[in-house]
């Protein structure tokens, strides 16, 4: 079952794992609404983030930083978060930052998703 | 060389209206198509942190908030100035700041920082009627990185 969280849409894949569409922005004005969503997912007993980009036309400094923050949550609990359908400004964002060191990353959903199970 | 001037008046709305206009620049494929679509992306993310900076922290005291963009295409460059009518910051020196305070995944002070990983030149200074300005360029030449400790 699909859920709406504070504009974000939330899609269980497993017990444990979800999809998060980021829709067309996460910055500044939004970042705030992604750590509460993505904190209530974790007190759920989710660990595993899929994150959608395919819409998304900003990533900022404040929406990767939120991304960041769900990261050091989950990754003591071997959680993880993984980017897909990375839109090319959120690209441009990964590559200046080279969080692809840290994020893995999938060309769609479908392909996290079985990596996930 | 042609110089593209936008004004915004609104905090609130300016934010939608930078993106609008970049999204009617690229589908226009006018003027910024001397860039590369990463260079333009590049430059819009600069522009955004800059102008999102100003928006969250900027004090216009009684002022009604006066922001200018001049958009300044050049070879495989673009030139950027964006003037306002704030108090302004101590910046570039905030940059410093910032660098240092840095944490491992770190959740906030990452904008100037990514402003001046973007940008292969900037200056910040006053003009002679006191508005505070911003100039910067972005190349399709540099290999832009900002080094974020991930440990």
């Given amino acids: 079952m699909q859920a709406t969280t504070m504009n974000f849409q939330i899609e269980p894949v497993t017990h444990d794992t979800v999809v998060i569409r980021i829709g067309k922005a996460l910055d500044f004005r939004n970042a705030a609404d992604f750590k509460a969503a993505a904190q209530e997912q974790v007190r759920s007993g989710i660990r595993s983030f899929i994150?959608?980009?395919?819409?998304?036309?900003?990533?900022?400094?404040?929406?990767?930083?939120?991304?960041?923050?769900?990261?050091?949550?989950?990754?003591?609990?071997?959680?993880?978060?993984?980017?897909?359908?990375?839109?090319?400004?959120?690209?441009v964002v990964v590559q200046l930052t080279r969080t692809y060191k840290v994020f893995r990353q999938f060309p769609s959903v479908d392909a996290a998703r079985e990596a996930l199970r | 060389m042609e110089v593209t001037r936008q004004q915004f008046n609104g905090l609130g709305e300016v934010i939608d209206?930078?993106?609008?206009?970049?999204?009617?620049?690229?589908?226009?494929?006018?003027?910024?198509?001397?860039?590369?679509?990463?260079?333009?992306?590049l430059f819009r993310l600069a522009v955004h942190e800059w102008v999102a900076n100003l928006v969250q922290h900027a004090d216009f005291a009684d002022r009604t908030p006066d922001i200018?963009?001049?958009?300044?295409?050049?070879?495989?460059?673009?030139?950027?100035?964006?003037?306002?009518?704030?108090?302004?910051?101590?910046?570039?020196?905030q940059?410093?700041?910032?660098?240092?305070?840095?944490?491992?995944?770190?959740?906030?002070?990452?904008?100037?920082?990514?402003?001046?990983?973007?940008?292969?030149?900037?200056?910040?200074?006053?003009?002679?009627?006191?508005?505070?300005?911003?100039?910067?360029?972005?190349?399709?030449?540099?290999?832009?990185?900002?080094?974020?400790?991930?440990?």
């Fill in chain 2, 68 to 93: 200018t963009l001049d958009v300044i295409p050049n070879g495989r460059r673009v030139r950027c100035v964006i003037e306002d009518n704030s108090e302004g910051f101590p910046f570039p020196e």
């Fill in chain 1, 51 to 91: 994150l959608d980009f395919n819409d998304t036309g900003i990533l900022d400094s404040t929406g990767l930083g939120s991304i960041f923050s769900l990261y050091r949550q989950v990754s003591p609990m071997s959680g993880q978060v993984v980017f897909a359908s990375v839109s090319r400004p959120v690209q």
């Fill in chain 2, 17 to 41: 209206e930078l993106h609008g206009l970049f999204e009617e620049w690229e589908r226009e494929e006018a003027l910024l198509s001397h860039l590369d679509p990463d260079t333009i992306q």
């Fill in chain 2, 95 to 151: 940059i410093i700041v910032q660098r240092n305070a840095l944490t491992p995944f770190p959740e906030r002070g990452m904008g100037l920082l990514m402003l001046n990983a973007a940008t292969e030149y900037f200056e910040y200074s006053q003009t002679e009627n006191g508005r505070r300005r911003l100039e910067f360029t972005v190349s399709s030449d540099a290999d832009s990185c900002l080094d974020i400790p991930f440990s």
